[in-house]
Each structure stands twice: as C-alpha cells, then as structure tokens.
C-alpha cells in the first residue's frame, strides 16, 4: 500500500479537489440524503457535498489522510476503510468517488463492496483514471528504468486505467445499470517549476518500491528530462490525464 504524504497531496496536488467538483453536479447530492465519499482523501468533496444538506460519511484507506480530514472538518464522520473489503451499518442512496477507483487492483472486490453499501436504486457516481490516463509520464519513468536495468521486479500494473468498454460491462456484470458516461482527455496544470517531479513524488513512488532512494532520484530526474520537450509549456509542467466519469444506478 502507497504512503499518501497528506502535506504534499492538499500543498501541491489540491488539483484532485478542484476537478473533483464538476463531478457533484452529476452526484446532485439532496437534502436528507446518506452518502458515502469513497477515497475522499482530506475531506474537501466530502465537505462541499455537506453543503446539500445530505448526511455525508467520509472513507480512505489512508489513516494521514483521514486524521488531516477529521480535523480540517469535526463535523463530519470519516473512517479508514479499504475499498475492496469495507462494510457499513447502513445503505446509503449514493456512493461519490473522485480519483480513488485507479489505485485498485480487485476491482471485483470494490464494486462487489459499494453494491452491498447502496439502498436499491441507489446511485454510484464516479471519476477515475481512463484508458491512456498519464500514458507518458508512465513510459517516460518505464524507459528511464529500463536503460538502467532496474526494471526487473518493479510493480507496473499497479495503477488500472479502463476502457468505456470494459468498465461499464464490470459494472453491468456487478449488479448496476449505467446511466451516464463521459471519457475525455483533461491535460492538467502542476503547481511550480518542480510540478512534475513532485507529481511522480507523489503518485508514482509505488514505481520505486524495490530500488533505493538514490536511484530513484535520478530515474525520476532524467525522467522528467525526457518528458520536457511534451509535457512542459510555456513555464508550467502538465500531466496527460484521461478521465473516465459514470453514473450508474444499482438495479
């Protein structure tokens, strides 16, 4: 499991809160009703859906993050939970998810676990990583490490980036109607000159796992070197994101 660095993901990564907001309109969060935030990391959606008047519950499986959102907002219920294997004492009429599904390899588990958390009809709102998502950074650090000869053993198929396809039938497969989908490229703007070392600092240490800090480093350096001439512009780094949106309703 990843080590989320809390400071770092709202100091130089509140990007995943910001776009995350768009997505409530397809949540369309009413008064008086459960939800549960999914991965809601430190609590900003999880706050903004508050404002609805709904009675929100906030989960990560990150204990940093869920101590940074307790505190940030006292008044709203958060727990550690694993995505693939949590279980509430109660049904909710929608689950949200902004920018978590990706980082889950049992994806049969995680739906299997939000159908049990939804009241029939309920409706499960999602964001995730799509099919390309981040498609150069990623090879720019695979190729760094493959002239390097340390490629050997490291976890690449961690992160799941899913086609149109291939989501909405696990989906259907998993006992809910989708309702809505939108796949769409959204280049994203990092924060400062070192924007895309601090990315691949943050999301992409898992690719460092089983080499030292040192190499890291320097994979990560020339990395960014190679990933210059496309993914910087005019002083500001951008990473490649594609995004995949759902709405889908629990039949």
């Not at 809160?17 to 949540?27: M, N, P």
């Not at 029939?120 to 760094?144: Q, Y």
């Not at 493959?146 to 992160?159: A, T």
């Not at 280049?187 to 999301?203: A, V």
């Amino acid at each position: 499991m990843i080590k989320w660095n809390a400071d770092l993901y709202d100091n130089k990564h509140s990007f995943v809160a910001k776009y995350g907001e768009d997505l409530l309109s397809w949540l369309d969060a009413r008064e008086n009703e459960t939800i549960l935030d999914l991965g809601c990391g430190t609590g900003q959606l999880t706050h903004e859906i508050t404002k609805s008047g709904a009675t929100v519950t906030g989960m990560d499986a990150s204990a940093e993050m869920i101590e940074k959102a307790t505190a940030a907002y006292p008044g709203t219920k958060f727990f550690v939970g694993d995505a693939t294997g949590f279980e509430t004492s109660q049904q909710y009429d929608a689950v949200f998810s902004n920018a978590t599904l990706h980082w889950i390899n049992d994806q049969d588990a995680a739906l299997t676990a939000v159908n049990k958390a939804l009241k029939p009809g309920g409706r499960f709102v999602l964001e995730m990583g799509g099919k390309n998502n981040i498609k150069s950074i990623a090879d720019a650090v695979v190729t760094t490490l493959q002239e390097k000869e340390l490629l050997e053993g490291q976890p690449f198929q961690f992160w799941y980036f899913p086609s149109v396809a291939a989501y909405t039938t696990l989906l259907e497969q998993h006992g809910f109607t989708v309702e809505s989908v939108l796949y769409f490229n959204r280049p994203t703007p990092l924060t400062g000159e070192d924007g895309m070392k601090n990315w691949i600092d943050m999301f992409g240490s898992f690719l460092f796992r089983n080499i030292d800090a040192a190499k890291a480093a320097t994979v990560t350096q020339e990395a960014v070197a190679r990933l210059k001439p496309t993914n910087y512009s005019n002083g500001t780094w951008y990473a490649d994101y594609v995004r995949l949106r759902i709405k889908a309703i629990k039949n």
